[in-house]
């Protein structure tokens, strides 16, 4: 399996300043192909990455515009992964559009990166850099501290030096044997997790899981910063000879002032410091449901479709929806816990949990209601995660429990239920994982 560890670096000054310049390189030559692929498209050729590098390599030392101004090659300076990635970089954008394109998706064609716009980062491939304990010894620059050692062992696949904020983090990709990333589970349960927008998570066993805290304060924080920094950049448009609020024509470039370019950064480090804040709960919310759970079943929340809601948008990606996702799919492989996801359109919140009946009237403004058929009274997101929760165990409505409704009730739901996912399923592990109640749950539903 592969994992990523992404270790903080402690560079210094001279350290910083190759970063980013080898960014800035990363940068210029994704940019250089980018234009040559879409000329060499428009032209009717068929453009490839390796016939680009190719085209590129013959030109990189001695094009005017790989010069500095003393007729020198820059280039020379920065190691060559850096400048050689990009070219990989975009062919996999291409194929990424294009499947996506196939698929019927929305694609995004591969596009121009803006200084200071984009993620400034480069790569560095395996054999060009070597680690000791807590230091990693890049290539041209020499031995950089890290903040803590590699924590995985296993061949090691590639880096990537990146910036965010104010800080420099080396992500260094490694493929583990499986063994090693295999964790133990301390309990077993089955349970559904209804994600919303007042509480972050409603879990079938009743647990309500609020946002952090600190993330409030932050955001009052952010607003006040941004304040401070738009008043900057009014200042320096004002100076300009620009009015207020206007939008600049495309290419104006104002002079950056210092107490802007503070500004700018003290910003940076607040939407940096939001974002860990966000990744550190996400991280142990989806460890701790890994852990204590064989078997979660989640929606497909639709978080792009959710975003465009404007309402919605800003409870959403606080919460960090699609992190969620994609971290609980990755650690219920380590902690083999079955992961279910429920179909967009399964109606959770409308199924009355005890007895089937479906509530078509229900509104995202109802919070509690009750079951016209059988009387129970239901918190909403809590009957959502029971409704979930019954997908794995395989007493979905519709299958249901012989106690409960028969017949025409449970036809009807049938019909609303769609399809389950189940993400990875394993057999033959060992039965501390709890694995063998989980086959039967998977037999039973199929
Ligand atoms: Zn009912």
Redesign the pocket.
Known sequence: MQLTHTIALCPTPAQVDYFKRACGTARRVWNWALNEWKKQYAAGGKPNAMALKKQFNAIKYTDPQWLDKNGRPWLRDIHRDAHAQPFAHLAKAWERFFTDLKAGKKAHEPRFKKKGRCRDSFYVANDKFRLDGKTIRLPTIGDVAMTEELRFTGTILGATVSRTADRWFVAIQVEVPDAQCYRHRTAHEVNGIDLGVKAVATVSNGEVIDAPKPLNAALRRLRIRSRRLSRKLEAAKKAAGFGHHTCLPKGTRLPVSNNRQKSAATLARLHARIANIRADFVHKLTTRLCRENQALVIEDVNVKGMLANEKLARAISDVGFGMFRSQLEYKARRYRTRLVIADRWYPSSQL?S??G?KNEALTLQDREWV?A??G?HHDRDLNAALNLKRLATGTALPVASPTSNGGAAAEMVSAAVGKVTPVRYECGQQDTSGQEENRAHVCARS
């Open positions: 009355c005890a007895c009946w079951c058929k059988c129970t």
